[in-house]
């Protein structure tokens, strides 16, 4: 069974920083592309950052210089360093994946919560 599972939420406050892990488990064959969504409390899911199987990003202006994706192929890996976390970061984030053969898969996600 495939899965994504999220780890490294939790409670900040503000100008604090988070790192986020999405691993992915089970048969895999490749993983193209990964990224970070974020939803916030009554607003739709939005893309945070993506980074393609060669290693190119993007991010969302909202982050920008603040959060920097990552990725480790060898272990399956995406991950999000938050720094300089703002109170309007607090969501709950999600990590997606296209999964070569198995097509678009989305962890359970994780609470991140800033304080001000």
């Known amino acids: 069974q495939v899965r994504l599972v999220e780890s490294g939420g939790g409670l900040v406050q503000a100008g604090g920083s988070l790192r986020l892990s999405c691993a992915a488990s089970g048969s895999i064959f490749d993983i193209n592309d990964m990224s970070w969504y974020r939803q916030a409390p009554g607003k739709q899911r939005e893309l945070v950052a993506g980074i393609t199987s060669g290693g190119s990003t993007n991010y969302a202006d909202s982050v920008k210089g603040r959060f920097t994706i990552s990725r480790d192929n060898a272990k399956n890996t995406v991950y999000l360093q938050m720094n300089s976390l703002r109170p309007e970061d607090t969501a709950v984030y999600y990590c997606?994946?296209?999964?070569?053969?198995?097509?678009?898969?989305w962890g359970q996600g994780t609470q991140v919560t800033v304080s001000s």
């Open positions: 997606y994946a296209d999964l070569e053969l198995y097509g678009d898969y």
